[in-house]
Structures are given as structure tokens and as C-alpha cells.
């Protein structure tokens, strides 16, 4: 019913930046949150940012001060703008959304399929 379709990945050097982008379709009634997880190699995936659709936001420790998320609500798209990444920032990152897909239904999350993000040294 709902699809998160994510782009922006790509390989970068250290100190460099992407933009990852999410866009969410299908029977949307209402997103309530949008944001980002990632998942490297050997490791559990973890939150990178997300935000809620009345502008809250929240980030992971290990990307504070050099990771924006923003959102624009009418298209349903979530951004985050990577700075200054390091090589321990190399993985797949997802998109996930928190939807309500009908008026009185409950929330259900969705998630993209990921994107490939590597930071070489």
C-alpha cells in the first residue's frame, strides 16, 4: 500500500557530503514520522535521524552536528543531508515512514529498500 523510494547513495571521500532523499506513495492518509536508519556490515541497524510531521526532530549521537534532516511534507519526502562524512558512516541507509493509511486505521511503518552510502578514507 505504501512505497518509500529512496535515492541520493553513492561513494564519497572523507570529509565530503550526499543528500539522500525519500519519497513516500500509495495510500497515505497521514505520515506522522519520517526517517533514516542505517546498517553497516557486521553491525545492527540504528537511527540516524527522523522527523515528525509537527517538525520535531532527533539524531543519533554519532551524527549530530554534521547530518540534517528536513522534510517536505506536501510531497511526502524526507531529506538527509550527510556533512562531513567519515568512513563509519559507510552503509546501507533506509527510509522509514510511520503511517496511517486510512482515517481511523493505526500506524504501520514502511521502509525503503535502502540506499548504498561509502565513505573512503
Known amino acids: 500500500q505504501v512505497q518509500l523510494v529512496e535515492s541520493g547513495g553513492g561513494l564519497v571521500q572523507a570529509g565530503g557530503s550526499l543528500r539522500l532523499s525519500c519519497v513516500a506513495s500509495g495510500s497515505i492518509f497521514s505520515i506522522n514520522a519520517m526517517g533514516w536508519y542505517r546498517q553497516a556490515p557486521g553491525k545492527q541497524r540504528e537511527l540516524v535521524a527522523f522527523?515528525?510531521?509537527?517538525?520535531?526532530?532527533n539524531y543519533a549521537a554519532s551524527v549530530e552536528g554534521r547530518v540534517i534532516i528536513s522534510r517536505d511534507n506536501a510531497k511526502n519526502t524526507v531529506y538527509l543531508q550527510m556533512n562531513s562524512l567519515k568512513p563509519e558512516d559507510t552503509a546501507v541507509y533506509y527510509c522509514?515512514?510511520?503511517?496511517?493509511?486510512?482515517?481511523?486505521?493505526?500506524?504501520?511503518?514502511?521502509w525503503g529498500q535502502g540506499t548504498q552510502v561509502t565513505v573512503s578514507s
Open positions: 522509514n515512514a510511520v503511517v496511517v493509511t486510512t482515517i481511523s486505521g493505526p500506524q504501520s511503518i514502511y
Open positions: 522527523t515528525t510531521s509537527g517538525g520535531r526532530t
